[in-house]
């Protein structure tokens, strides 16, 4: 896969956690664990948004990937184990899944 093309998914992905982490926030009977969660997913894609702009190292960026995609673990967890909302649910299932997805088509 092209860095070029590398650089677009992630920054698709990116769209998708921030948008996921405003449903949170609006969502006031959220679980505070996947607020923590989702807040961490959100900060860690903010800093990383450099990486991907910056780098043209394809293992920096696949470590950057893992890590967000290991969050993306956290989140699910804590949605699956606490009441939430099927509009959160579905925002951070589709979260999970994208991460999940790119990290398989980065290896």
């Known amino acids: ?28 009977s959220a679980p505070q664990e996947l607020k ?11 800093q990383g948004k450099q990486i991907i702009r910056d780098t043209h190292d394809e293992q920096k960026v ?16 804590a949605c699956e184990s606490g009441k939430v909302s099927p509009e959160l649910r579905s925002a951070v299932m589709q979260t999970h899944d994208e991460l999940s997805d790119l990290k398989h088509r980065l290896h």
């Open 1 to 28: 896969m092209q860095m070029a093309e590398i650089k677009k998914l992630v920054t698709n992905v990116e769209h998708t956690i921030h948008r996921t982490a405003m449903v949170c926030e609006q969502d006031h």
């Open 62 to 77: 696949r470590e950057y990937i893992e890590e967000l995609e290991s969050l993306g673990d956290d989140a699910k967890r």
């Open 36 to 46: 923590q969660v989702l807040g961490q997913l959100d900060q860690q894609s903010n």
